[in-house]
Structures are given as structure tokens and as C-alpha cells.
């Protein structure tokens, strides 16, 4: 069982519709990142959060500790928004090496 | 302010040379972190420096290595490559060691033939 875990692994989505990916992991944390990659490699971070929500723009990043769960939603989606996104935390033994899940791919189609 | 910058942006090599790997942190950033992304093992941790010290290091043969200057560049150097070292290497930076957004480079293509 990985340490972290994302669902969907795909997501096919009209455009304006309200996305929700999800990510659960096993370990302690001091951190959980969200990540995009589009084709070609590049990643940016989206949110670095250790409790709560956060926003920037149509997304939102919410933790659970307690239930070792994040959501990261994407509100009136678009397809620049369609990418890879990645889940990946920080464990609390191990500093700031991260551990990813495996990723979301989005599409959202015109 | 400039970004991560990696150097080269593609590479190919042969089985058994060895090749190494250039990466610039955002000025004022200390922490640098590898990672290696391949289609089958998807985004793993390859070490961490910061200060000059490797503070982390991850589940990989010694041929991996790395080291960081004193003015935050970091280098990783692969020995003896082999076809399953084809990846893309990826570097980030931060402002510290924990608890600090990570700003990723574009990347190193490395194809082993």
C-alpha cells in the first residue's frame, strides 16, 4: 500500500464543472503539497498546507489531520486547468524529502 | 526573481558512462532536493542538501550522488548509468530545510541508450 494515495487517477470533466481530487495518506506529516504538472515536465506548487484551507483563485485545498485526507478542488474548471495533479507529503521523520502519490490526470474539455 | 534553473535540459548517454546534472536555486533559497520522475515509479526523492550538508538522502545505489556549493548550486552526478537511469531529473528549491514551499526546475531529460 503506497503512503499516499490519489483517486481519481483519471478525471474527464466539462468545462465549468466543480473538480474534486482527492489524496489520503498513512504517515504523520508536518506538511501536504499540491502540485501541477503539465505536459513537458514543468511542476508548480499550488499549496503547501498543514491544517485548514486554503484559496487562490478557483482553488481550494482543504486538510483533514485527524483523518489524514486532503481535497484539492478546482471551481469553475477550464481547460488550461487540464494537467496532471500531484499530492505529495512531507512525513514528520523525515524532513522536508517529500513522497508523492501518484497523481491525478485531468482533462477538461471545451 | 529568476526561477530554478536546470542544466542541461536534455541529455543522452550510453550505458555505463556517467553524466552530471546542474541545478541553480532561486536566489536566497538554501535547500535544493532531487527527484527523479519515471513513467513507472512515478515522483521519488532522490537527497536533499542544505548548506552544503546532505540532510536526506533517498532509496537509491550509491551510483547516485550529489553535492551543494557554498552558493547554493547543487550538482548530481550519476555513475555507470544504466537504461533504467532514463528519467526526468527534477530539482527544487527553498527557502529552508522543512516547512517551506518547494519551486521546482523544468527539468532534466535523461535518455540512456
Known amino acids: 500500500k503506497n503512503e499516499v494515495e490519489q483517486s481519481p487517477q483519471n478525471l474527464t470533466a466539462q468545462e465549468g464543472e466543480f473538480i474534486t481530487i482527492n489524496c489520503s495518506y498513512s504517515?504523520?506529516?508536518?506538511?501536504l503539497h499540491w502540485l501541477q504538472q503539465h505536459p513537458g515536465g514543468g511542476i508548480v506548487s499550488l499549496f503547501m498546507l498543514s491544517s485548514g484551507k486554503k484559496k487562490h483563485g478557483r482553488l481550494i485545498a482543504t486538510i483533514n489531520i485527524q483523518e489524514k485526507h486532503s481535497s484539492l478542488h478546482i471551481t469553475a474548471s477550464h481547460p488550461r486547468d487540464s494537467a496532471v495533479y500531484i499530492c505529495a507529503v512531507e512525513e514528520e521523520t523525515s524532513g522536508s524529502r517529500l513522497t508523492f502519490g501518484e497523481g491525478t490526470q485531468l482533462t477538461v474539455n471545451p | 526573481k529568476a526561477g530554478v534553473t536546470q542544466t542541461p535540459r536534455y541529455l543522452i548517454k550510453t550505458r555505463g558512462q556517467q553524466v552530471t546534472l546542474s541545478c541553480s536555486p532561486i536566489s536566497g533559497h538554501r535547500s535544493v532536493s532531487w527527484y527523479q520522475q519515471t513513467p513507472g515509479q512515478g515522483l521519488q526523492f532522490l537527497f536533499e542538501y542544505f548548506s552544503e550538508t546532505q540532510r536526506n538522502k533517498g532509496n537509491f545505489p550509491g551510483r547516485f550522488s550529489g553535492r551543494q556549493f557554498s552558493n547554493s548550486r547543487s550538482e548530481m552526478n550519476v555513475s555507470t548509468l544504466e537504461l533504467g537511469d532514463s528519467a526526468l531529473y527534477l530539482c527544487?528549491?527553498?527557502?529552508?530545510?522543512?516547512?517551506?514551499?518547494?519551486?521546482f526546475g523544468p527539468g532534466t531529460r535523461l535518455t540512456v541508450t
Open positions: 504517515v504523520g506529516i508536518s506538511a
Open positions: 527544487a528549491s527553498s527557502l529552508g530545510p522543512v516547512g517551506y514551499e518547494q519551486y
